[in-house]
Nanobody
Framework: QVQLVESGGALVQPGGSLRLSCAAS????????MPWYRQAPGKERELVAG???????NYADSVKGRFTIFRDNAKNTVYLQMNSLKPEDTAVYYC?????????????WGQGTQVTVSS
């Protein structure tokens, strides 16, 4: 049974930090790209940061220099370190597992964790 379980969301003041975790099970974690997405109320889900199965990373312009994505394949976990948080970072954050082999995509999503940035 495939599971992606996010944790670490909380209420934090502007300028604060949070680390989100996404624990994976039920599939071969090291084979998968593991991006983080977020969705704010009334907005579409957007890509925040991604890390490929070989560790290459990419970030949305809005979070570059503030967020860091990394993975621990031994723990089947991907993390999102968020620093200098802003109110506009408020959203539900989702992790995703994605793999494309011979044009066939396998795709899993977590249930999300709420991040609220407010004073």
């Amino acid at each position: 049974q495939v599971q992606l379980v996010e944790s670490g969301g909380a209420l934090v003041q502007p300028g604060g930090s949070l680390r989100l975790s996404c624990a994976a099970s039920g599939f071969t974690f090291s084979y998968y790209d593991m991006p983080w997405y977020r969705q704010a109320p009334g907005k579409e889900r957007e890509l925040v940061a991604g890390i490929t199965n070989i560790g290459r990373t990419n970030y949305a312009d809005s979070v570059k220099g503030r967020f860091t994505i990394f993975r621990d394949n031994a723990k089947n976990t991907v993390y999102l370190q968020m620093n200098s948080l802003k109110p506009e970072d408020t959203a539900v954050y989702y992790c995703r597992a994605r793999r494309i082999v011979l044009k066939a995509e396998t795709d899993y999503w977590g249930q999300g964790t709420q991040v609220t940035v407010s004073s």
